[in-house]
């Protein structure tokens, strides 16, 4: 019996609320016409303070990987520097695509763990064009000053590039007061819009570094701007116009939580499932130092010696719900639960209740119940 | 009164059946599980038959200019040439695309005039990498030849990309008899989906052919070959699962109405619209040599002596019903009507019915009716 229920516990996509699936089935409109044109405004405004900036802001049609390449495509050419700060998948991501456009200066930490400030600044002397960083790495769920090197890197004179995929619109993020030259985040995030588009803010200071002639075609961020700067709005190639319904539901949506609330709804429902962790006697994954924070909004746990966590995956898949397990070098060590987007206490709560009965079932934990009732206590504070 | 109703007769988007737009509104699944791996390889078993070829098929979350942009950058490097036959807007484009990766031998013709073989043949001897050429030159409503210039490519050893944004789908096109070695097709064409999704098939030739190190990182076909040859189909990069639910109900229409009834269908609706501009003494715009044809999914027509034909567009517009006028350098001298994805008789006559309306007003024409006749004449056949 497939009733289409399953519930989806991992980093995104994250599960779609019904009114925001059903506007995606309204009839094509042209995209060169007044209506788009609404949508697309309506959907930056409110974007606008998500991100907490006056930035340009944009919209494309790809994932969150196309907005990092935009971001990098469009300002590295050959023989510029990006330093690329790595302590997981995404912020491998960064340095991969780095590598394609220009040199790469790695500042690689052991995946999980912290970022060294000092090594940053280090770094940053040697002189570099820009530097990336993943707010919050979704696949060790950490997160990163970014405060502290955006204002590094301002120090230096570097562009700061950040991935804020999975904590922009969940998790506090002040693009201009932070010096976010470039700041990324995804619509199957937190944001709770389906896969697809990606939004991106961009600062002056780095659209006057894309001095180069061989820009990215469809990731020409020049090219987007001249488009919003029509007296009304477009953008350059034709765009996912479906994705566009869904997202400005989904940004009516958060705009009607109120984006404080939305964030507090965020960290209690990481915190609610760190205390369950806790109470299950499992650890956390991350190695956090004074300067890094567990995620608010995917919590990453150690698998338990001798489960492998892709059989835990199998477990709760059997129950109806998609937790993560650990990507590339991780898989099968750690697991993952996000709680992102429009999750609620219930589906919290319900998913905690089946990895106990997981656990119990292999005999890792006596009885059901005190995980729940640790993220019980903490969920009643919402 | 907005009763979302306005007819799309423009190249695309089309307007979009209702079941294709409901499927959209499923629930999220995730994107690394056996049920997307299915819903990929059904489009893709499907594709196969629309695209007669028997290369590697990819879908990419992103549009046509996506798809364009990847077959070159994934095979052209700063020293490598690219011959770019343009007779309208998106020949243009592929010239630009190049312009970014490679050097480029431009071969260009009047928007709107005939492609001719003979300089086809003088550039290849000279020597190139690739040749790119639009099949169905969307701008202009004229067919190139791409059986002949994929001969000639094979002949002097050069790739063939081929956009078929507007034709792949509604037209005949036999990638594997022609020797395309990349072909390109847009979702919101003659496919009848939603915006947002881009197909292309890829040779062998052409993956050998992509030697260089810094190929593009969200449009980098290798990864996208990698990750369809896994055991069970994935993308490199998160899907826009919502448009993967349009895509796959879109070409179950495709399946059950039969390819070679599409393609007879779109070009009986193409030419009924060139019989009713013929009865309104409107003429075609496309100046046709012997290798050249009209569109078989959108007419392109000379905007009557005095008329801009972005006026007419609004008169159009006024009545529910969205045409096209000239991109770039053509705007306001033709207008253009699409006739492409799940178009019926119903709305070419609707169309032609209110073009007929339109041009009385301005005293272009004595009566309304002699149009809808004749294309009421042609329509009959099917």
């Known amino acids: 019996m497939d009733i289409e229920d399953t519930l989806l516990m991992m980093p995104g996509p994250v599960p779609v609320a019904p009114r925001i699936l059903r506007a995606m089935s309204k009839p094509m409109i042209n995209h060169r016409g007044a209506k788009f044109s609404e949508i697309y405004d309506d959907c930056i405004d409110i974007l606008r303070d998500i991100f907490k900036t006056n930035n340009d802001l944009f919209v494309l049609s790809g994932s969150g990987t196309a907005a990092m390449e935009a971001a990098i495509g469009c300002t590295i050419d050959k023989d510029d520097t990006v330093i690329a700060i790595e302590n997981g998948k995404f912020g491998e991501r960064f340095k991969d695509i780095a590598g394609r456009y220009g040199k790469v200066a790695p500042l690689e930490f052991e995946w999980g763990t912290s970022i060294d400030l000092g090594l940053v600044e280090e770094k940053l002397a040697e002189g570099a064009k820009a530097i990336t960083m993943v707010h919050n790495e979704t696949s060790a769920g950490i997160q990163n000053p970014a405060e502290k090197v955006g204002k590094l890197a301002r120090e230096y004179g570097a562009l700061f590039i950040m991935d804020g995929v999975t904590s922009i619109g969940g998790d506090t993020v002040k693009v201009d007061d932070w010096g976010v030259d470039i700041a990324v985040v995804g619509s199957q995030k937190c944001i709770g819009a389906p896969p697809g588009l990606s939004m991106l803010s961009v600062s002056e200071r780095a659209f006057d570094a894309m001095e180069k002639d061989n820009l990215p075609y469809y990731l020409d961020l020049k090219a987007y701007k001249k488009s919003a700067d029509k007296s009304s709005t477009q953008t350059p190639y034709t765009p996912a116009i479906p994705l566009f319904y869904g997202l400005q539901e989904a940004l009516h949506v958060v705009r009607e939580e109120g984006i404080d609330a939305r964030i507090t709804r965020h960290?209690?429902?990481?915190?609610?499932?760190?205390?369950?962790?806790?109470?299950?006697?499992?650890?956390?994954?991350?190695?956090?130092?004074?300067?890094?924070?567990?995620?608010?909004?995917?919590?990453?746990?150690?698998?338990?010696?001798?489960?492998?966590?892709?059989?835990?995956?199998?477990?709760?898949?059997?129950?109806?719900?998609?937790?993560?397990?650990?990507?590339?070098?991780?898989?099968?060590?750690?697991?993952?639960?996000?709680?992102?987007?429009?999750?609620?206490?219930?589906?919290?709560?319900?998913t905690i209740q089946q990895l106990e009965l997981a656990f119990k079932k292999r005999g890792l934990v006596h009885d059901v119940g005190p995980g729940v009732e640790a993220a019980a206590k903490i969920l009643n504070i919402l």
Chains 1, 2 share one sequence.
Do not use: C
Not at 273 to 279: E, M, P, Y
Not at 294 to 312: C, F, Q, R
Not at 329 to 350: A, E, V
């Open 267 to 350: 960290s209690t429902g990481a915190a609610a499932i760190r205390a369950a962790s806790a109470a299950m006697g499992i650890a956390m994954f991350p190695d956090l130092n004074e300067d890094s924070k567990y995620s608010n909004t995917v919590s990453a746990m150690k698998s338990p010696e001798g489960l492998d966590s892709n059989d835990l995956k199998k477990d709760l898949l059997a129950a109806g719900i998609v937790i993560a397990g650990g990507q590339g070098r991780l898989s099968g060590k750690i697991f993952r639960i996000g709680s992102m987007g429009n999750i609620t206490s219930r589906d919290i709560l319900q």
